[in-house]
């Protein structure tokens, strides 16, 4: 087998097994907002539907990832990046504060030590590592 054959099923390989984690890391956050808002979350005036507008998105999110087609995988890997830096810089903003604002989103202020925060930071901050490797590595793979 030659070089660029071997490169190019390696890609194929590493591309295949980040789609899947992609895919895991946005359900992953869809489940973690839809326990959320079922654990007394949506009692909070827009943050409530808000946490079940993430739950659809991660949860279609992560299906379109599965399903893409080669040529659309592009797109689908940015959609799920774009979603998950939204919603990491969500709870940055709700907890700490970003760009020099005061901590809080929709007069609501969250709490670092808040039911499944860490583990919410963590898997968002896994799924923008994961879906913009996956974004380039496809890219590269599209062009050949």
Do not use: C, K, N
């Not at 990491?88 to 609501?108: C, I, K, M, N, V």
Request: aromatic share 10%.
């Amino acid at each position: 087998m030659s070089a660029p054959v071997a490169q190019r099923r390696g890609l194929g390989t590493a591309v295949a097994l980040l789609r899947l984690a992609g895919a895991g890391l946005l359900a992953a956050i869809a489940g973690i907002h839809l326990y959320l808002w079922r654990d007394g979350y949506d009692s909070i005036d827009v943050i409530g539907p808000a946490f079940l507008l993430q739950t659809v998105l991660g949860f279609g999110g992560a299906l379109l990832l599965l399903v893409a087609p080669p040529r659309l995988l592009v797109w689908a890997a940015v959609l799920g990046l774009l979603f998950s830096a939204g919603s990491l810089a969500a709870l940055l903003q709700s907890t700490r504060g970003l760009f020099g604002l005061e901590p809080g989103l929709f007069d609501f202020v969250e709490s670092d030590v808040a039911p499944l925060w860490q583990e919410t930071f963590w898997v968002e901050v896994a799924a923008v590592v994961v879906l913009l490797v996956l974004t380039v590595l496809a890219a590269v793979r599209r062009r050949g």
